[in-house]
């Protein structure tokens, strides 16, 4: 099949999942095609036959760039050092260089308008529909026995930083302190809470113990309220609560809407984020991450990204083979497309599949090669329903949810989809549009441009 039936076929797929376009957006892909000459036109008038110095001398910084931070990631000693400069020094000296060749402001100038570009691009190709929102259903009936496991050292002591124990109780709670010495098997306080008649659940702590009681609570089909008193709170900001106000989230028990979510499962545990395989679980496993997280990495990583430590791993999603990945990240509903390999963070927890990024770099040439973005040879960004890790070890190291768990192989993660009824506040700041991937064939399809030879990339 040639170039220009996969870029048909691009453009009839993407005119029949989308929503028909608006003049506005019609006239913004124009516009951003308009953009992306206008900034080859200005390099190519003002900097003339140095504009091709300019592109090499730019992509020469940030090949070595890549390469110097998998060398600073790879090495120890003075080699690591070593590489940390050229890190450093690399693009001072292409800034340097177009300084000295009076090229600079021309530089500067095209990255703005091909960032314009970008941005119109962007604006272009979003939805003026909100299908990305998660459907809101009445929070009906209301809970009349709600029960609350609170973990007054989670998130710096935010439990009793913001009151919640008391707020919680004022609307008719019941509150349960994990305050003792001893640890708490909070799975059993769920269980016996919901045989007493407990008839909501809820969480004020980290996501690992979201985690747990959030499958009870959908094992017995009742509700559950996610309160953000933990320190990163993945789950609470992909379900758009007040990451800076906990006790905002117990608005839920008195006026709440619904959003039924997905659940991840891996070997039957629960997750509500994500699980990790390979360098990282190896690293937050290890007994000094938590005194000493900074210098404990960069001591395990030359080892992990040489293959002289942790297990080969192999995973199969849904018949996609990814082979030898020196990280596997495998996520309830896929992360957005902010970044290089996707991880921003997710819209919706309702699509009913697994976001899954595998990373596999073993030297400096592959680092250079993520240039290419999720074209790259070492990256793979799938959406499965089932994921299968094996490895040469008949145990590996896992990270769910943030906790490092062993688990025995082979590892099987699967969607339980809308499994979850989670009650949040009606008033809560909500998820932001997640940005568009720049498709240009939808965009030459919004523009009305003919196919010609060669593709603009921003």
Known sequence: MDETTDSAQAVATASAVSPPSTPAQRWLARLSFVLVALAIVFVAVFAELKSVAMFAVGLA???????????????????????????????????????????????LVAAAIWLLASTTARLALTRDHTDWRMPEHPAQ????????????????????????????????????????????????????????????????????????????????GIPFVVISAGTRNHFALDLGL?????????????????????????????????????????????????????????NLLPDLLQGQRGARLSAQADGVEIRSPQALLVANNPYGTGDIAGLSRRARLDRGVLGVTGVKVRNAGQAVDLLRGRRAVGLNVLTAKKIEVTADQTHIPVGVDGEAISMSTPVVCTISARALRVWVPRDRPGVPQPKPAINWARLRHLAGVRRTHGRPAL
């Open 141 to 220: 009936p209301r809970a009349r026995h709600p029960y609350l496991i609170m973990n007054p050292k989670s998130g710096g002591g935010k439990v009793e930083r913001f009151d919640l124990q008391r707020k919680a109780e004022d609307l008719g709670a019941e509150v349960f302190l994990m305050d003792g010495p001893e640890p708490v098997d909070v799975a059993k306080v769920a269980r016996e809470a919901v045989a007493q008649g407990a008839d909501l659940l809820g969480v004020a702590g980290g996501d690992g113990t979201q985690a747990l009681v959030a499958g009870i609570a959908a094992e017995h």
């Open 61 to 107: 910084g940030a090949a070595v760039s890549l390469a110097a931070a998998y060398f600073f990631l790879a090495r120890r000693g003075v080699w690591r050092w070593l590489s940390l400069a050229v890190l450093i020094l690399a693009p001072a000296a292409v800034i340097a260089v177009f300084a000295l060749r009076n090229v600079l402001w021309i530089a």
């Open 242 to 298: 007040n990451r800076e106000d906990p006790s905002a989230c117990l608005g839920a028990l008195s006026d709440g809407v619904e959003l039924r979510v997905d659940l991840g499962r891996i070997n039957g545990q629960v997750f509500v984020n994500n699980a990790s395989f390979g360098a990282y679980a190896e690293v937050v496993e290890t007994p000094a991450y938590r005194d000493d997280k900074i210098n404990t990495t960069l």
